[in-house]
């Protein structure tokens, strides 16, 4: 019976000075402990948000913001990006094919890309552009 009561007594002892513990740090700071924890622990959320904070904006380029619109995929023609020659490709399905370039390079214009870009590979369904 000795052995249990000093068992209790030990747990008491450690309990009593974990409680100790928590109400200096509460009212030593005048912050509350769980305060304390949240700020030195960073939330999984800012981690896995997929849309970019206001402060990072800035720095996401026309053609940033254009690769996470890819594949782009209509009837007369598709857009989409090769992540290895960093590349856009283009490959017009309608004749005329003058007049679907003209839809495509004002769409590039309209999210902010030059459509006379190096980095955009233009092709049609004949191979005649």
């Given at each position: 019976?000795v052995?249990?009561?000093?068992?209790?007594?030990?747990?008491?002892?450690?309990?009593?000075v974990i409680l100790?513990?928590?109400?200096?740090?509460?009212?030593?700071t005048?912050k509350?402990?769980?305060?304390?924890?949240?700020?030195?622990?960073?939330?999984?959320?800012l981690?896995?948000?997929?849309?970019?904070t206001?402060?990072?904006?800035?720095?996401?380029?026309?053609?940033?913001?254009?690769?996470?619109?890819?594949?782009?995929?209509?009837?007369?023609?598709?857009?989409?990006?090769?992540?290895?020659?960093?590349?856009?490709?283009?490959?017009?399905?309608?004749?005329?094919?003058?007049?679907?370039?003209?839809?495509?390079?004002?769409?590039?214009?309209?999210?902010?890309?030059?459509?006379?870009?190096?980095?955009?590979?233009?092709?049609?369904?004949?191979?005649?552009?």
């Amino acid at each position: 019976m000795v052995p249990q009561k000093k068992k209790i007594l030990l747990l008491f002892l450690v309990l009593s000075v974990i409680l100790g513990v928590i109400l200096y740090l509460k009212y030593s700071t005048g912050k509350n402990v769980e305060n304390s924890f949240q700020e030195l622990t960073p939330t999984p959320t800012l981690f896995l948000t997929t849309t970019p904070t206001p402060s990072l904006s800035p720095i996401l380029t026309p053609k940033l913001k254009l690769i996470k619109l890819m594949p782009v995929i209509t009837k007369d023609y598709t857009i989409e990006y090769l992540p290895i020659p960093k590349k856009f490709v283009v490959m017009i399905l309608k004749e005329p094919f003058s007049e679907t370039v003209k839809i495509v390079e004002d769409w590039f214009l309209f999210q902010g890309v030059d459509p006379k870009d190096p980095d955009i590979y233009w092709w049609n369904s004949n191979n005649r552009q």
